[in-house]
């Protein structure tokens, strides 16, 4: 597995790169970049330094003793919601914007659905000085006006997506068009584990310092390695940032939780690797939500993190060789984490892993009691509140 993907970026045959000509040039630059800037000590020291000191790293590894009593076995939160902006995202978009800035690129584009990638993108360019046009679905606008502001008031310019569902892969849309046109200052920094190779690479590496804490944190508190994984899914990098590094560890489960929005019975939802088909999509071959003719299905979710109606290679992969099992559970579930852990540890997730704490609770009579499972609480629920008090207020 650490071979992969391969040198045209397959995960067995999931990934590849199917873009425009025009952006051939730029991923391959790309490529070299990361292949000998990433790989560089004077990078890894700078990036590491900003890591620690700026977004806050390590983020405690969290014993909620409160929930495990609640589901009757002892569960741990990776607490990403503690990092600077509130979320995994700056993981990501501190490493690219970094990588950019030292490959010469003087403007940073990046597209948003919850608004996290957006201000971390937003984030990071303020720190590193460089120039920052964020892409938003106008529907995740109006659901996320709080992240908007956020992103202006750190330099941002953001455009307003008003074809086709007005969400996510609309916003990506744009961004890809942009990066088309403007390709020699521009940098695209995407916000998971998806797009042309070698974005899922790039993404997974700077995400994987989650699992990597993970594993020194719980075997310090242990003495031994988790039985079950959890995180919520939706391109997909704070799963990937998590399971990655315990790939090797086979006793060590994994589980993905999709958005089920209204239900895998009807047409509102974002449950790519429950109920998608294998095809191409944003330059790359993974499950996608389409129809018999390969059109787009349109996806909902209560959480516009997870609107997405493609999912990242890797994670296809994970699901073909049985690595990973993917559960998808509904909105309904969804706000019952978002309540449940308020109420029993003082903490507001984000509606994305709320989905995971969702799973949990549905099915916790599955669980054994001396199952020892770590959840990735990949962000903060302020930016939800809006949309909590509608349902539960």
Same mark, same amino acid.
């Given at each position: 597995?650490?071979?992969?993907?391969?040198?045209?970026?397959?995960?067995?045959?999931?990934?590849?790169?199917?873009?425009?000509?025009?952006?051939?040039?730029?991923?391959?630059?790309?490529?070299?970049?990361?292949?000998?800037?990433?790989?560089?000590?004077?990078?890894?020291?700078?990036?590491?330094?900003?890591?620690?000191?700026?977004?806050?790293r390590p983020t405690p590894l969290?014993?909620?003793?409160? =929930?495990?009593?609640? @589901?009757?076995? $002892?569960?741990?939160? *990776?607490?990403?919601?503690? #990092?600077? &902006? %509130? !979320?995994?995202?700056?993981?990501?978009? =501190?490493?690219?914007? @970094?990588?950019? $800035?030292?490959?010469? *690129?003087?403007?940073?584009? #990046?597209? &948003? %659905? !919850?608004?996290?990638?957006?201000?971390?993108?937003?984030?990071a360019c303020a720190l590193l000085?460089?120039?920052?046009?964020?892409?938003?679905?106008?529907?995740?606008?109006?659901?996320?006006?709080?992240?908007?502001?956020?992103?202006?008031?750190?330099?941002?310019?953001?455009?307003?997506?008003?074809?086709?569902?007005?969400?996510?892969?609309?916003?990506?849309?744009?961004?890809?068009?942009?990066?088309?046109?403007?390709?020699?200052?521009?940098?695209?920094?995407?916000?998971?584990?998806?797009?042309?190779?070698?974005?899922?690479?790039?993404?997974?590496?700077?995400?994987?310092?989650?699992?990597?804490?993970?594993?020194?944190?719980?075997?310090?508190?242990?003495?031994?390695?988790?039985?079950?994984?959890?995180?919520?899914?939706?391109?997909?990098?704070?799963a990937l940032g998590l399971f990655?590094?315990?790939?090797?560890?086979?006793?060590?489960?994994?589980?993905?939780?999709?958005?089920?929005?209204?239900?895998?019975?009807?047409?509102?939802?974002?449950?790519?690797?429950?109920?998608?088909?294998?095809?191409?999509?944003?330059?790359?071959?993974?499950?996608?939500?389409?129809?018999?003719?390969?059109?787009?299905?349109?996806?909902?979710?209560?959480?516009?993190?997870?609107?997405?109606?493609?999912?990242?290679?890797?994670?296809?992969?994970?699901?073909?060789?049985?690595?990973?099992?993917?559960?998808?559970?509904?909105?309904?579930?969804?706000?019952?984490?978002?309540?449940?852990?308020?109420?029993?540890?003082?903490?507001?997730?984000?509606?994305?892993?709320?989905?995971?704490?969702?799973?949990?609770?549905?099915?916790?009579?599955?669980?054994?009691?001396?199952?020892?499972?770590?959840?990735?609480?990949?962000?903060?629920?302020?930016?939800?509140?809006?949309?909590?008090?509608?349902?539960?207020?």
């Open positions: 597995m650490r071979k992969l993907p391969d040198k045209k970026g397959y995960f067995s045959e999931f990934g590849g790169r199917f873009v425009p000509e025009t952006l051939i040039y730029a991923l391959d630059e790309l490529e070299q970049a990361y292949k000998k800037i990433g790989g560089n000590r004077k990078f890894k020291q700078e990036l590491n330094y900003l890591l620690r000191y700026y977004a806050g969290y014993h909620a003793r409160n =929930l495990s009593r609640y @589901l009757g076995f $002892k569960i741990y939160l *990776k607490r990403e919601d503690l #990092a600077h &902006t %509130g !979320a995994h995202k700056i993981n990501n978009t =501190l490493g690219q914007v @970094l990588l950019a $800035k030292k490959m010469g *690129k003087t403007r940073i584009i #990046a597209e &948003t %659905g !919850a608004g996290q990638h957006g201000v971390a993108t937003a984030t000085k460089l120039k920052c046009v964020v892409y938003m679905g106008e529907e995740d606008v109006h659901r996320q006006a709080l992240n908007v502001f956020r992103m202006k008031l750190l330099g941002a310019e953001v455009r307003v997506v008003r074809s086709g569902s007005r969400t996510l892969k609309d916003a990506i849309n744009e961004a890809i068009r942009d990066w088309v046109t403007n390709v020699r200052d521009t940098h695209y920094v995407i916000g998971s584990v998806v797009g042309p190779h070698p974005y899922p690479v790039i993404v997974r590496d700077f995400q994987s310092i989650i699992g990597k804490e993970t594993r020194r944190q719980i075997l310090k508190l242990e003495s031994r390695l988790p039985d079950y994984l959890i995180a919520c899914v939706g391109g997909g990098s704070n990655y590094p315990f790939f090797s560890d086979r006793k060590v489960k994994f589980i993905g939780v999709e958005a089920g929005g209204s239900g895998l019975n009807t047409s509102k939802h974002a449950a790519t690797l429950c109920k998608g088909k294998i095809g191409v999509f944003h330059g790359f071959k993974s499950y996608i939500l389409q129809d018999k003719g390969g059109q787009i299905h349109p996806t909902y979710s209560v959480s516009a993190g997870l609107d997405y109606p493609g999912v990242g290679p890797e994670h296809a992969y994970y699901k073909k060789i049985n690595r990973a099992s993917y559960y998808a559970v509904n909105d309904r579930w969804a706000l019952e984490g978002f309540k449940i852990l308020s109420r029993l540890e003082g903490i507001m997730p984000a509606l994305e892993p709320s989905h995971a704490i969702g799973f949990l609770i549905k099915e916790r009579k599955k669980f054994k009691k001396d199952a020892l499972v770590i959840l990735s609480l990949s962000g903060r629920g302020d930016k939800d509140i809006d949309i909590v008090k509608k349902y539960l207020g």
